[in-house]
C-alpha cells in the first residue's frame, strides 16, 4: 500500500508569519510531487510541482524536497488570511496499469489576521 | 493552468434515479481522466481512471455497474451514477492529466475541475 501522510492539523499561524506544512511518503521509488490547495466547498487547485531534490520557490511558496529522508515540504511566508485553506499533498506511483497520484489526507491551515 | 470543466456544480435528485456528469478539458487534449470522491472532511478518494477510447480502471471497492465511465474523446468524460442512493451523496471531482511526452514528469500534473455536489433523497 502506497501512503501519503499529512499532519491533519489544525495548523494555526499568525498573519505575516511562515506556515511549514509537511508530508512523507513510503515509495522511495517515487519521482514527482505535487502541493494542491482546497478551499472548503471547492475542488483542489495545484500549487507547486517538484521533482528534483532541494527547494523549488514560486512567490510565496517554497516546495522542498529531500528524497533520502522521503519527505517534502510546503513553506508558506507572510501568510495571509486567504491562504486558510486545506493543503494536499500528492505524490506519484508508478505502477504496471500507470502511474497515478496519490494523496494525503491534508493539512487544514487557518491564518488569523 | 489548464482548464476543466464539470457539468453540473450540483445536482439533487430523488433515490432510484441516475445522474451524468460531465468533465471537459477546455485547453488541451486529456487522454487521462481521474474520477474522486471526497466526503465531508475527508481527503480525496480515487473511484476510478478514465482512459480515452478503452475501458476505464476501477479502484477496489468501487462498483463499475453503478459508476459508469465513459471518456469516448479526447475532451471529455462521463459519470454516470446509477440508481442513485443517499449514500452515494457527496462531491464528485474529475481531473486531467498534462499532455506531455510519457517520460515528463510534468506529465503527471493533474488539474482539476470545480466538483459537482450529488445530493440523493
Known amino acids: 500500500q502506497k501512503e501519503v501522510e499529512q499532519n491533519s492539523g489544525p495548523l494555526s499561524v499568525p498573519e505575516g508569519a511562515i506556515a511549514s506544512l509537511n508530508c512523507t511518503y513510503s515509495?522511495?521509488?517515487?519521482?514527482?510531487f505535487f502541493w494542491y490547495r482546497q478551499y472548503s466547498g471547492k475542488s483542489p487547485e495545484l500549487i507547486m510541482f517538484?521533482?528534483?531534490?532541494g527547494d523549488k520557490e514560486d512567490g510565496r511558496f517554497t516546495a522542498q524536497l529531500n528524497k533520502a529522508s522521503q519527505y517534502v515540504s510546503l513553506l508558506i511566508r507572510d501568510s495571509q488570511p486567504s491562504d486558510s485553506a486545506t493543503y494536499l499533498c500528492a505524490v506519484r506511483y508508478v505502477e504496471t496499469s500507470g502511474s497515478r497520484l496519490t494523496f494525503g489526507e491534508g493539512t487544514q491551515l487557518t491564518v488569523n489576521p | 493552468g489548464a482548464v476543466v470543466s464539470q457539468h453540473p456544480s450540483w445536482v439533487i435528485c430523488k433515490s432510484g434515479t441516475s445522474v451524468k456528469i460531465e468533465c471537459r478539458s477546455l485547453d488541451f487534449q486529456a487522454t487521462t481522466m481521474f474520477w474522486y470522491r471526497q466526503f465531508p472532511k475527508q481527503s480525496l478518494m480515487l473511484m476510478a481512471t478514465?482512459?480515452?477510447?478503452?475501458?476505464?480502471?476501477?479502484e477496489q471497492g468501487v462498483e463499475k455497474d453503478k459508476f459508469l465511465i465513459n471518456h469516448a474523446s479526447l475532451t471529455l468524460s462521463t459519470l454516470t451514477v446509477t440508481s442513485a442512493h443517499p449514500e452515494d451523496s457527496s462531491f464528485y471531482i474529475c481531473?486531467?492529466?498534462?499532455?506531455?511526452?510519457?517520460?515528463?514528469?510534468?506529465?503527471?500534473?493533474?488539474?482539476f475541475g470545480p466538483g459537482t455536489r450529488l445530493t440523493v433523497l
Open positions: 515509495d522511495r521509488g517515487s519521482q514527482s
Open positions: 517538484i521533482y528534483s531534490n
Open positions: 478514465s482512459n480515452e477510447g478503452s475501458k476505464a480502471t476501477y
Open positions: 481531473s486531467a492529466r498534462a499532455p506531455g511526452p510519457r517520460t515528463s514528469l510534468r506529465r503527471d500534473t493533474q488539474y
